[in-house]
């Protein structure tokens, strides 16, 4: 029976979990943060001319929608409504909060509300797959994590295999970051004869689609799996030491680069980072670590099993794991599932003797405070990215008023590398314009006749009648 006190310190770290992730999307809709694919995509809001059920009918028939027409639909019905105020858009980070709701929803029906509690705080500050925190259009992602974890309810709890069939679909039909945790669900099934009908249901139902119903229903049907790559031994070894670095050396060096922006903390900043270190410390403090021994250790064995195959689709496409850029826009269930292995190592530890207790608590405590720093720091450099691009397209309107250019291409170099790598205003190399599309969107919001005058980055293309070299 929990105490009074005890219920209040849940409730506290609760609602300051929620008041930082809402805090933090706020700060990136009020500074107008918009980089990489999200460009493109806030640009072609202005050229809508359709009515809402063409628009829509179209989007999804592109080869980049085809595949995921779930988030596909929801992200078409935001574009189109922004046409009318480019504001909407950002409707898509409200996603991130969302998938958290459902997140604790469904943990509480497994674990104690403590630990629930402490996990979705570590797992809306971390910084693995932080696109997935702070880009709309990787709404995606977090739709695909809600009807995951809704599937992995309906096995639990509801006991219900088609209806968990049918929501694991709609998370692949999101974004196709969860296939290969089918297997985690197939797991999780008690009984031989219903593992055998789950597979079989679910992978119907999956194959249907990509093979047969997505090509009838769209002329531009694109499937986004490379099965061939699963042969590629040398590509497969690399994923290993992509994904080793990822965690022995570029997550640390993250923690490091954020530290060095700590001036860029303001005061609110630093007050929500000591209440939620406290709040973890309250609610911790008092849970029977012992108690739910056995269950922490199964839920250890199912996330590291979860942990490991997330990195499975890597092997089908041809993406690469990396902690960079808009890059890790693809570890979405890797965030998920580590998140957890670690909460559950760590109470595991707490629950072996007293002395172990007392100094988990304190690392819980101290990590807390440490990761919202570092949150709190890549969300920052999220921001200097965004004024990062506006500069330079202001250096170019200058350029080109100043040269008279009315019409042409233009090459601009500033080395994106170096800045990316070496300024130390970001953290994982925070994307800067890069790629073609990302230029549209830039140019008009610079007074830059986008029509008549294309802007590419030199390191795409260099064939430009004019070329503009800056200088960071």
């Given at each position: 029976m929990k105490t009074f006190h005890h219920r209040a310190s849940l409730i506290f770290l609760f609602f300051l979990t929620f008041f930082y992730i809402l805090y933090s999307l706020y700060s990136i809709y009020s500074s107008n943060a918009i980089?990489?694919?999200?460009?493109?995509?806030?640009?072609?809001?202005?050229?809508?001319?359709?009515?809402?059920?063409?628009?829509?009918t179209s989007f999804l028939n592109s080869g980049s929608m085809s595949a995921r027409p779930v988030s596909g639909f929801i992200t078409a019905s935001i574009i189109y409504l922004a046409k009318y105020d480019d504001s909407i858009y950002f409707l898509g980070l409200l996603f991130f909060p969302l998938s958290v709701l459902v997140i604790y929803f469904v943990l509480r029906k497994i674990l104690p509300e403590e630990i629930v509690c402490v996990f979705i705080l570590f797992y809306a500050i971390s910084i693995i797959g932080t696109s997935v925190q702070f880009s709309p259009i990787m709404l995606n992602s977090n739709i695909?994590?809600?009807?995951?974890?809704?599937?992995?309810?309906?096995?639990?709890?509801k006991k219900n295999l088609i209806i968990s069939a049918v929501l694991f679909l709609f998370s692949i039909l999101s974004y196709e970051i969860f296939l290969p945790a089918i297997l985690l669900n197939i797991l999780i099934i008690k009984e031989t004869k219903q593992k055998i009908i789950y597979a079989i249901m679910t992978f119907t139902l999956v194959l249907l689609y990509r093979k047969y119903i997505q090509s009838y229903l769209f002329t531009?049907?694109?499937?986004?799996?490379?099965?061939?790559n699963v042969f590629d031994v040398h590509r497969n070894l690399n994923i290993i030491l992509w994904s080793g670095k990822i965690f022995m050396r570029d997550y640390f060096i993250a923690i490091y680069k954020s530290f060095g922006n700590l001036k860029k903390v303001n005061v609110l900043e630093w007050i929500t980072a000591l209440m939620i270190s406290y709040g973890v410390f309250r609610v911790l403090r008092s849970f029977n670590y012992t108690l739910h021994l056995q269950t922490m250790k199964k839920i250890a064995k199912f996330s590291l099993f979860g942990f490991i195959i997330s990195f499975g689709i890597f092997v089908f496409s041809t993406y690469k794991p990396s902690l960079f850029g808009f890059e890790n826009r693809n570890l979405g269930a890797i965030r998920l599932f580590f998140t957890l292995l670690i909460v559950s190592i760590l109470i595991i530890t707490a629950g072996k003797n007293r002395w172990n207790k007392n100094v988990v608590i304190g690392m819980f405590s101290v990590s807390s405070f440490i990761l919202i720093l570092t949150n709190v720091g890549v969300k920052n450099a999220w921001i200097f990215a965004n004024d990062f691009n506006n500069r330079v397209?202001?250096?170019?309107?200058?350029?080109i008023d100043k040269n008279k250019i009315e019409k042409g291409d233009i090459c601009v170099d500033f080395d994106t590398h170096n800045v990316t790598k070496n300024n130390p205003n970001f953290v994982l190399r925070e994307p800067v314009f890069f790629n073609n599309w990302?230029?549209?969107?830039?140019?008009?919001?610079?007074?830059?006749?986008?029509?008549?005058?294309?802007?590419?980055?030199?390191?795409?293309?260099?064939?430009?009648?004019?070329?503009?070299?800056?200088?960071?």
């Amino acid at each position: 029976m929990k105490t009074f006190h005890h219920r209040a310190s849940l409730i506290f770290l609760f609602f300051l979990t929620f008041f930082y992730i809402l805090y933090s999307l706020y700060s990136i809709y009020s500074s107008n943060a918009i980089i990489a694919d999200d460009l493109s995509f806030i640009y072609s809001t202005k050229s809508i001319n359709q009515n809402y059920l063409d628009f829509t009918t179209s989007f999804l028939n592109s080869g980049s929608m085809s595949a995921r027409p779930v988030s596909g639909f929801i992200t078409a019905s935001i574009i189109y409504l922004a046409k009318y105020d480019d504001s909407i858009y950002f409707l898509g980070l409200l996603f991130f909060p969302l998938s958290v709701l459902v997140i604790y929803f469904v943990l509480r029906k497994i674990l104690p509300e403590e630990i629930v509690c402490v996990f979705i705080l570590f797992y809306a500050i971390s910084i693995i797959g932080t696109s997935v925190q702070f880009s709309p259009i990787m709404l995606n992602s977090n739709i695909a994590t809600i009807f995951y974890l809704l599937s992995i309810y309906c096995i639990i709890r509801k006991k219900n295999l088609i209806i968990s069939a049918v929501l694991f679909l709609f998370s692949i039909l999101s974004y196709e970051i969860f296939l290969p945790a089918i297997l985690l669900n197939i797991l999780i099934i008690k009984e031989t004869k219903q593992k055998i009908i789950y597979a079989i249901m679910t992978f119907t139902l999956v194959l249907l689609y990509r093979k047969y119903i997505q090509s009838y229903l769209f002329t531009n049907s694109y499937q986004r799996d490379t099965v061939s790559n699963v042969f590629d031994v040398h590509r497969n070894l690399n994923i290993i030491l992509w994904s080793g670095k990822i965690f022995m050396r570029d997550y640390f060096i993250a923690i490091y680069k954020s530290f060095g922006n700590l001036k860029k903390v303001n005061v609110l900043e630093w007050i929500t980072a000591l209440m939620i270190s406290y709040g973890v410390f309250r609610v911790l403090r008092s849970f029977n670590y012992t108690l739910h021994l056995q269950t922490m250790k199964k839920i250890a064995k199912f996330s590291l099993f979860g942990f490991i195959i997330s990195f499975g689709i890597f092997v089908f496409s041809t993406y690469k794991p990396s902690l960079f850029g808009f890059e890790n826009r693809n570890l979405g269930a890797i965030r998920l599932f580590f998140t957890l292995l670690i909460v559950s190592i760590l109470i595991i530890t707490a629950g072996k003797n007293r002395w172990n207790k007392n100094v988990v608590i304190g690392m819980f405590s101290v990590s807390s405070f440490i990761l919202i720093l570092t949150n709190v720091g890549v969300k920052n450099a999220w921001i200097f990215a965004n004024d990062f691009n506006n500069r330079v397209f202001k250096i170019i309107k200058v350029e080109i008023d100043k040269n008279k250019i009315e019409k042409g291409d233009i090459c601009v170099d500033f080395d994106t590398h170096n800045v990316t790598k070496n300024n130390p205003n970001f953290v994982l190399r925070e994307p800067v314009f890069f790629n073609n599309w990302e230029s549209r969107e830039l140019s008009s919001r610079n007074g830059i006749d986008e029509k008549k005058i294309k802007i590419y980055n030199s390191e795409r293309y260099n064939g430009c009648q004019y070329k503009i070299f800056i200088k960071n």
